[in-house]
């Protein structure tokens, strides 16, 4: 394919032309001493000098489609980029070497996104700490049990001279509902 000129390029690799005219002036990309650019040249220079953590069209505004590390190079767009890192040991593995930061670089943003947003759920109230959930529960549960443990031995007297099956029953039925009625009054757990 012959060269192409800054539009051209642009049209072709999906950008606008003050994209590339920004990736030559940074010297992402390289055009020809005549101004053309060589687009299977500048796709691969654009592929190895792309920062994945920004987004790839700063018009549109379309994120970066992003590959896990040691998936092919195709899904970054770049036909033949994988072949071109491997058949070009004049770069001494820079390549590889790129691709690997970036992806790095990638992992990395995506760590630091969840842990803001763990974070902020936090902060909002929608998360809260595993360690005091449990310490809280089972102190719930050690009130639940000294309180089930303890009605024998308030009705015990007062159950040892009643026969009334019904007046037992009674008796049992409140003992139970004073002590559920206890529980839930109980300090709630903390959001």
Request: hydrophobic share 40%; glycine share 8%.
């Amino acid at each position: 394919m012959a060269g192409l000129t800054i539009r051209a390029y642009a049209r072709h690799r999906g950008v606008s032309h003050t994209a590339v005219r920004k990736a030559l002036a940074t010297g992402r990309i390289k055009a020809d001493p005549d101004g053309a650019i060589d687009p299977a040249a500048a796709d691969h220079q654009w592929a190895i000098s792309t920062n994945l953590s920004k987004p790839r069209n700063s018009v549109t505004g379309v994120p970066k489609k992003r590959r896990a590390p040691g998936a092919p190079s195709q899904a970054l767009g770049v036909p033949g980029l994988e072949e071109a890192a491997m058949s070009s040991p004049a770069d001494g593995g820079a390549t590889r070497l790129v691709s690997s930061y970036a992806a790095s670089r990638a992992a990395r943003e995506a760590y630091l996104a969840r842990l803001a947003k763990l974070e902020f759920e936090q902060k909002s109230g929608k998360l809260i700490d595993v360690d005091e959930v449990r310490a809280q529960t089972f102190a719930l549960g050690r009130r639940a049990r000294d309180g089930l443990l303890g009605v024998p031995d308030r009705l015990a007297p007062i159950l040892a001279g009643e026969s009334d099956p019904a007046v037992i029953h009674r008796l049992l039925t409140d003992e139970i509902e004073r002590g559920l009625r206890e529980l839930s009054n109980a300090m709630p757990l903390k959001a």
